[in-house]
């Protein structure tokens, strides 16, 4: 499969999932589009429909987040030559980006012809690509670790199953022991350790996270507990053990 025929069967996915949830095309599909800069100007109404509905998909944001709209919540309102949007500049500079990489680079690199990259595979459902352990880290040094915790239940609610965040014990994990390298968010960083063991309570990992801050925060009583409850998750983790070791010397 070319690089053109994998976008263009992205493209059609991405439709389909937009009108299987509702979302209605805002302009015709047959309609002649005009101040085009990046993609071909001779390029269809249905497969410019289709590009646009994959972008809108990848970056879950609707027509507007890139078009002019002149009447609030009215999407025939739309003025689509405009430039008036910031988002849509970046936009094509993201998209000549994205097919200079799967021309050439990512072609090479891999030793793969076919080796492509889409605009869903940074952003995943978000307008500006970001990880989980980053909102965390950031939102904790700004506001705190229980505003770092609702946040965490709030994109949870709202993402979890999407794949636009990961919700596995590793990011938890990065966030706790990234605060910990900071003694002055040493106690943050065991109050994400305790979410990740509230959040995955079969994971011996996050017990193993949870014994290295308090051992950091030299409560060698509780760390010796919290490996313990590691080694009855998983008797052949070799982190507690190892941990385990440590604080029996």
């Known amino acids: 499969m070319t690089i053109r025929s994998t976008a263009r069967v992205a493209a059609a996915a991405a439709l389909a999932l937009s009108l299987a949830a509702g979302v209605m095309p805002a302009r015709a599909a047959d309609e002649r589009a005009v101040n085009l800069k990046v993609l071909p100007k001779d390029i269809s109404g249905n497969d410019l429909h289709e590009v646009m509905n994959g972008w809108s998909q990848a970056l879950g944001v609707r027509c507007d987040f890139c078009h002019e709209m002149k009447t609030p919540g009215d999407f025939r309102s739309i ?22 990489l799967n021309a050439t680079t990512l072609p090479k690199a891999a030793g793969e012809p076919d080796a492509a990259v889409s605009c869903v595979t940074c952003h995943r459902g978000l307008p500006s690509p970001t990880t989980l352990d980053r909102v965390l880290v950031d939102l904790t040094r700004e506001k705190g670790a229980d505003a770092a915790v609702g946040k965490y239940k709030e994109l949870r609610e709202r993402y979890y199953g999407s794949g ?20 002055a968010t040493l106690d943050a960083a065991l109050v994400i350790a305790k979410l990740n063991v509230e959040q995955n309570p ?41 941990l385990k070791q440590q604080l029996t010397q």
């Open 79 to 100: 003025d689509w030559p405009s430039d008036k949007i910031g988002h849509k500049e970046v936009a094509r500079r993201m998209y000549t980006m994205m097919t200079g």
């Open 164 to 183: 636009t965040f990961d919700f596995t014990p590793r990011s938890l994990q990065s966030v706790a022991l990234t605060l910990a390298d900071d003694k």
């Open 202 to 242: 079969t994971a011996a990992s996050a017990q193993v996270v949870v014994a290295q801050v308090l051992e950091l925060k030299q409560d060698k009583v509780g760390a010796l507990a919290a490996v313990e409850a590691a080694l009855k998750l998983d008797p052949k983790d070799r982190h507690a053990q190892r």
